[in-house]
């Protein structure tokens, strides 16, 4: 009899022990299901704290300046406190500015249906070089800030085969150039000479570089 009472006492503290440990095993399940949602709740929010416009990266002021706002819309336009998410929904109609077709956008398309390449265009005319350099040539231009030459497929028909397009500009003292992206394109910056503060954000709206370029 007392071997069978010390056999069931040894059965009882092993059911015990079993019991105890699948509790404890349950509770690490708990505490790693709730780390498992924290840690995806704080990615998530990480992510959509970083899913700002391309805007938030640069500063305040030098948006206000480059675009001729006060601060206040300038925060506006980074979306700092903007909780409405990657889908706005527009109250009034949407309109967008578009310019008028002309003669020349007609004979344009004619010639993209024909099958135009820009190579046979650019052998006719003999014409591989554009000195983008001269000031009469310049597409921007303000007396207090500087100028801009751009050379692309409309100046030069060569570079709609070669993928290609160029720009030189000359900036005065204290002048600023707004902001500007490429949609399709990368885009490699050399300085001739002078020096300058440049900001450079990425497509999330992070800063990559803001410092003094010499």
């Not at 391309?54 to 336009?77: C, H, M, R």
């Not at 004979?107 to 265009?121: F, I, T």
């Not at 030069?156 to 500007?180: C, D, F, K, V, W």
Request: aromatic content about 6%; glycine content about 8%; proline content about 2%.
């Amino acid at each position: 009899q007392q071997e069978e009472q010390q056999q069931q006492q040894g059965g009882e503290s092993f059911s015990r022990r079993e019991k105890a440990g699948q509790q404890s095993s349950s509770q690490e399940q708990r505490q790693q299901q709730k780390g498992g949602k924290s840690s995806y709740q704080h990615d998530q929010k990480a992510r959509q704290e970083n899913s700002a416009n391309i805007f938030s990266g640069f500063d305040t002021e030098t948006l206000a300046q480059a675009f001729g706002v006060s601060t206040e819309t300038a925060s506006k336009l980074k979306g700092e406190n903007d909780q409405r998410g990657g889908i706005v929904n527009v109250e009034k109609e949407l309109r967008m500015i578009m310019p008028t077709s002309s003669e020349e956008d007609e004979e344009y398309e004619q010639e993209q249906q024909m099958g135009a390449n820009g190579v046979e265009e650019a052998i006719c005319n003999m014409r591989f070089r554009q000195n983008i350099e001269k000031p009469k040539h310049a597409d921007f231009y303000s007396p207090y800030g500087g100028r801009v030459t751009i050379l692309n497929s409309q100046n030069l028909p060569i570079l709609q085969t070669l993928q290609l397009s160029a720009e030189r500009g000359t900036l005065y003292q204290n002048a600023m150039l707004s902001p500007h992206w490429n949609i399709n394109a990368h885009g490699i910056i050399y300085v001739l000479s002078g020096d300058a503060r440049v900001q450079v954000v990425d497509n999330s709206g992070q800063t990559v570089y803001n410092g003094q370029l010499r």
